[in-house]
């Protein structure tokens, strides 16, 4: 009985971890990064304030240009060829590109950089 009991365990275990393996979308080839971690370091950012970006709650309201579809757009933040450089750059120092622009610069590692670019590269 006691080695049931410890299966069971050992099975609701291992169920659990492959459950949480899925970090979701799959990047486009070539992006480095992890998009399940990016969407939720768009969350912790408060991207979602100022963006709508699918798969994340947030504002009704929009400051940004919504990010749906921006894995397929050729241009980020109106001149640079979109790619994930050019997307973390963006993300880590918005004002570099565009000192006019309304984004803030919030302090991006670039670790989360990269996952972020990987998550909203996903997106078609």
Same mark, same amino acid.
């Given at each position: 009985? $006691?080695?049931?009991?410890?299966?069971?365990?050992?099975?609701?275990?291992?169920? *659990?971890?492959?459950?949480? *393996?899925?970090?979701?979308?799959?990047?486009?080839? @070539?992006?480095?990064?992890?998009?399940?971690?990016? $969407?939720?370091?768009?969350?912790?950012?408060? *991207?979602?304030? *100022? #963006?709508?970006?699918?798969?994340?709650?947030?504002?009704?309201?929009?400051? @940004?240009?919504?990010?749906?579809?921006?894995?397929?757009?050729?241009?980020?933040?109106?001149?640079?060829?979109?790619?994930?450089?050019?997307?973390? #750059?963006?993300?880590?120092?918005?004002?570099?590109?565009?000192?006019?622009?309304?984004?803030?610069?919030? @302090?991006?590692?670039?670790?989360?950089?990269?996952?972020?670019?990987?998550?909203?590269?996903?997106?078609?």
């Amino acid at each position: 009985m $006691k080695t049931l009991r410890t299966f069971a365990a050992l099975l609701a275990a291992s169920a *659990c971890l492959l459950a949480g *393996c899925d970090s979701g979308p799959k990047p486009p080839p @070539g992006v480095v990064g992890d998009p399940g971690l990016g $969407k939720l370091a768009l969350t912790q950012y408060a *991207c979602q304030s *100022c #963006h709508k970006i699918p798969g994340v709650i947030g504002s009704d309201t929009f400051v @940004g240009r919504p990010l749906e579809g921006l894995g397929k757009r050729p241009f980020i933040a109106g001149n640079l060829l979109n790619n994930q450089a050019n997307l973390m #750059h963006w993300i880590r120092d918005p004002q570099a590109i565009d000192p006019t622009t309304a984004m803030p610069n919030l @302090g991006v590692s670039e670790k989360d950089a990269r996952d972020i670019s990987a998550y909203l590269l996903t997106l078609d």
